[in-house]
């Protein structure tokens, strides 16, 4: 089992509609997990993270944590052609001495006007 | 505020070669990290440090891999007798060990060709 996972996609979703994208880990002593955009060729941004049970909000993007689940999503509101990027959940847990953060491998979304 | 920096950002090499590269972190952030990250992927855990200290190094690293972060500041990422496999984009990270949540900010990348 993948420590974190996500469907590759694509996603495609038109233009205005909600994006709604998810993650599962497998280590339920998992702490604090972050949602990153790439865009091809670029590196990773952040743009949400989060740590405790329930919704958080930044403008167009809410995240979405159950840890009971071991279940994390992103929702995209009003959703833009320059929201088209891969979308990384990251995950991060104590492992022997260090927090390491994992990844997954991303989910394609597609934004069509 | 100026973010995470890497030098080179792109870097071709022939296979058997050694190359070097560098990460400047964001100024007061005390935690930087490697990752490595091929097509398709997520990034992969290299190595961090905290200040000058490597803390931990993935056990998937090779001993042709080396970092450094002499004085706490920048650090550099230096792979010896490159092969094929080792074509990637490498990515540099830091963040402030402070609160839960500990973000990590990325540089721009460093892609590693080998022929």
């Known amino acids: 089992q993948k420590e974190v996972e996500q469907n590759s996609g694509p996603l495609s979703v038109p233009e205005g509609a909600i994006a709604s994208l998810n993650c599962t880990y497998s280590d339920r002593g998992s702490q604090s997990f972050f949602w990153y955009r790439q865009y091809s060729g670029k590196s990773p941004e952040l743009i949400m993270s989060?740590?405790?049970?329930g919704d958080k909000e930044d403008g167009r993007f809410t995240a979405q944590l159950n840890k009971a689940s071991q279940y994390v999503s992103l929702l995209i509101r009003d959703s833009q052609p320059s929201d088209s990027a891969t979308y990384l959940c990251?995950?991060?847990?104590?492992?022997?001495?260090?927090?390491?953060?994992?990844f997954g491998t991303g989910t394609k979304l597609q934004v069509i006007p | 505020d100026t973010g995470v920096s890497q030098d080179p950002r792109h870097k071709i090499t022939k296979r058997g070669q050694n190359v070097t590269f560098r990460c400047d972190p964001i100024?007061?952030?005390?935690?930087l990290y490697w990752y490595r990250q091929t097509l398709g992927q997520g990034p992969e855990f290299l190595t961090y440090?905290?200040?000058?200290?490597?803390?931990?190094k993935s056990r998937l690293l090779s001993d042709r891999f080396s970092a450094e972060r002499p004085k706490g500041s920048f650090s550099t990422l230096e792979i010896q007798r490159t092969e094929q496999g080792d074509s990637a984009m490498y990515l540099c990270?830091?963040?402030?060990?402070?609160?839960?949540?500990?973000?990590?900010?990325f540089g721009p990348g460093t892609r590693l060709t080998v022929l």
């Open positions: 440090f905290q200040n000058e200290a490597q803390l931990e």
């Open positions: 100024s007061e952030h005390n935690r």
């Open positions: 989060i740590y405790s049970n």
């Open positions: 990251a995950v991060r847990a104590r492992s022997g001495g260090y927090q390491k953060v994992t």
């Open positions: 990270a830091s963040s402030l060990v402070s609160g839960a949540l500990n973000e990590q900010f």
